[in-house]
């Protein structure tokens, strides 16, 4: 299986094309989003793929900042591109900018163990109570874990535990936005868009590389 594999400490960049010609269809898991219409769009979402060590993703950035990071296997991820587009007023193009060279930089860190907190720009459309569901997402310091409880009590909205668990299915920035942290009340792995073994994954990276306080025991959930 994918996760018995050793994974490597970094990754790199598959390819990094202008947007034409198209990419081989082979390098995406369908069709990118576009119409005749798209193409005279005011604004661009410029996407790219990564290979990580847990395998390949895709990043998508404005001008303004990255708006998506997802593993390919997401079902909503199609869905979710072209809810962007058509958010941003955007037409999609297959082309590296200043922000998603920045995130491939500190995901490599990232995965080689060097990087905590991540500095890159994020747009992240949706709901005043999603924003606020992402926040404190961006709050669980990394090697720690929350329960969908905790998450609630931290947005003094105790009773919301579903509507909190379906928030964090909603974000669109997997690892940044580390919805990978928050797991169930009795300790056990709940559910993950990129997939049980991935979760499990990232969170023994971060416990391996976590710095405890003088005389503190490590103990991942």
């Known amino acids: 299986m994918p996760h018995s594999q050793p994974a490597p400490s970094q990754f790199e960049l598959r390819f990094d094309r202008p947007a034409e010609p198209a990419s ?22 410029e996407l790219i793929r990564l290979e990580t060590p847990l395998g390949p993703m895709m990043a998508g950035a404005t001008a ?20 962007l587009a058509q958010r941003f007023n955007a037409r999609v193009v297959e082309r590296d900018n200043a922000h998603l060279r920045q995130l491939r930089a500190q995901l490599t860190e990232y995965f080689a163990g060097a990087r905590q907190e991540f500095s890159v720009p994020l747009i992240t459309p949706g709901s005043a109570f999603q924003q606020q569901v992402w926040q404190v997402l961006r709050q669980i ?23 909190v668990a379906a928030a964090n299915g909603q974000n669109r920035i997997a690892i940044v936005i ?4 928050v797991i169930g009340a009795d300790g056990k792995l ?27 025991q490590i103990a991942l959930f």
């Open 24 to 45: 081989p269809a082979s390098d995406w898991p369908w069709p990118l989003p576009g119409t005749a219409a798209a193409d005279h769009a005011p604004h661009v979402l």
């Open 64 to 83: 303004e900042g990255v708006c998506l990071l997802e593993f390919f296997e997401r079902r909503e991820l199609q869905t979710e591109l072209q809810d």
């Open 141 to 163: 310091p990394y090697g720690h874990t929350r329960s969908y409880g905790q998450q609630a009590l931290a947005l003094k909205k105790p009773e919301a535990v579903r509507a």
């Open 178 to 181: 580390p919805c990978h942290r």
């Open 190 to 216: 709940t559910g993950y868009a990129g997939g049980l073994w991935r979760k499990q994954r990232l969170l023994e990276l971060e416990q391996r590389h976590r710095q405890p306080t003088p005389g503190q």
